[in-house]
């Protein structure tokens, strides 16, 4: 099973398009899972998604520097999804020269129900001087957990309404930011 979406996208006067591929783990030793879960049981975090998003543009240099933001909803819990060796500070699970998106959540251990992303390209509109952040295409995903074992959702663009709907969680835990 696999699920990929490309969305459009323009920014800073040029156009792109973000390809979304997400599929099952079906080798979590294969995807390095070991290296964030020392004691992995493999079968334990099979078919959990991958999720990978990559970046086609016609701007360069400075113009291609762009961000990812992910804000994470399970059950009546949101909150905003950050690398954990980045500065917990900045709002971004990604920044850089055409970033890669890449995700694989495994929670085997959590209760029911559903785990969904929603995954913000993002840019700074004058790349490094300010703390300003303006949406500029969304998607999708995640997945439903029935008694440990997941079932992965479909991938679909998300309307520019959905940002609005996440800046109130995003500036609570960015304050030093402003969110366009």
Known sequence: MQRERSIPFETRGQRGLITVRVVPNEDPWASG???VVPDLN???????????????????GINAIMGWIQVITRGSDV??????????TDPFY???Y???????PANPDHPDGTWRADTFLVVVPDVIRSRTVVPIAAFTWGYEL???????LDVAALPAKEWA???AVIEANHPAWTFG
């Open 79 to 88: 909150s905003v999804d950050l690398a954990p060796n980045l500065d917990a």
């Open 146 to 152: 029935r008694s440990g074992r997941p079932t992965l």
């Open 165 to 167: 709907g996440h800046r």
């Open 42 to 60: 493999a079968e334990a975090f099979r078919g959990f998604p991958i999720c990978t998003a990559s970046l086609r543009y016609h701007g360069h």
């Open 94 to 96: 990604a920044y850089g």
């Open 98 to 104: 055409l970033p890669t998106f890449f995700d694989a």
């Open 33 to 35: 899972h070991q290296l």
